[in-house]
């Protein structure tokens, strides 16, 4: 199946620092990318919808200049969590979705804000 | 209301029994249907999409009924390597956006 990639893998931080994760399709070109967030014992929650050359499509209650999206190519999304603070830690999740419209995710980036 | 609805569980059943999760969806506008897969910390994986006819793939059987807007995922023969958590997802028509339940735990037990 198609590979998605994500980096770091794992990233702990000082409050008030900023994190950037990557997120890439390996073997496919993506126009959209979704980024989630996973606390623990709960689902994925939608953040926001990353479209290639455009703004991206934030969810409700998602503070947009919190939670910066770049989508500069096909097969490269970032989400750079500003000023980070703990209750920014998370499981973060990005997919592809690919040509076929089927989704492919990355494997998660896991955030620890100190 | 919550978009999708899962029973968290969890689940804890013998090696080889058969066990089914039940999910509903409220958004009477969504067309796809999935079955994820999760292990612990994780991302997931796609186990099964979920068809109007009903689809199998080994000891997995999906139903979808959209009149009562719920599906439906039975694991016949547990493995030991079932245990998970498994997420029910939903795609709305004219988005690409993915909508997911809580999940489901499911323990098997030797």
């Known amino acids: 199946g198609a590979v998605v990639s994500q980096h770091p893998s794992w990233v702990i931080c000082k409050s008030g620092t900023s994190v950037k994760i990557e997120c890439r399709s390996l073997d496919f070109q993506a126009t959209t990318m979704f980024w989630y967030r996973q606390f623990p014992k709960q689902s994925l929650m939608l953040m926001a919808t990353s479209n290639e050359g455009s703004k991206a499509t934030y969810e409700q209650g998602v503070e947009k200049d919190k939670f910066l999206i770049n989508h500069a190519s096909l097969t490269l999304s970032t989400l750079t969590v500003t000023s980070a603070h703990p209750e920014d830690s998370s499981f973060y999740i990005c997919?592809?979705?690919?040509?076929?419209?089927?989704?492919?995710f990355g494997p998660g980036t896991r955030l620890t804000v100190l | 209301r919550k978009e999708v609805e899962q029973d968290p569980g969890p689940f804890n059943v013998p090696e080889g029994a058969t066990v089914a999760f039940n999910c509903t969806y409220s958004n009477s506008a969504s067309q796809s249907f999935f079955w994820y897969r999760q292990d612990c910390r994780k991302e997931p994986k796609l186990l099964m999409s979920v068809y109007s006819s009903g689809n199998e793939d080994g000891r997995f059987t999906a139903q979808l009924n959209r009149a009562s807007q719920y599906i439906s995922l039975l694991i016949r023969d547990s493995k030991l390597s079932d245990s998970a958590t498994y997420l029910c997802?939903?795609?709305?028509?004219?988005?690409?956006?993915?909508?997911f339940g809580t999940g489901t735990r499911l323990k098997v037990l030797a």
């Open positions: 997919s592809a979705r690919a040509p076929s419209d089927e989704q492919f």
């Open positions: 997802v939903v795609n709305i028509a004219g988005t690409y956006k993915y909508i």
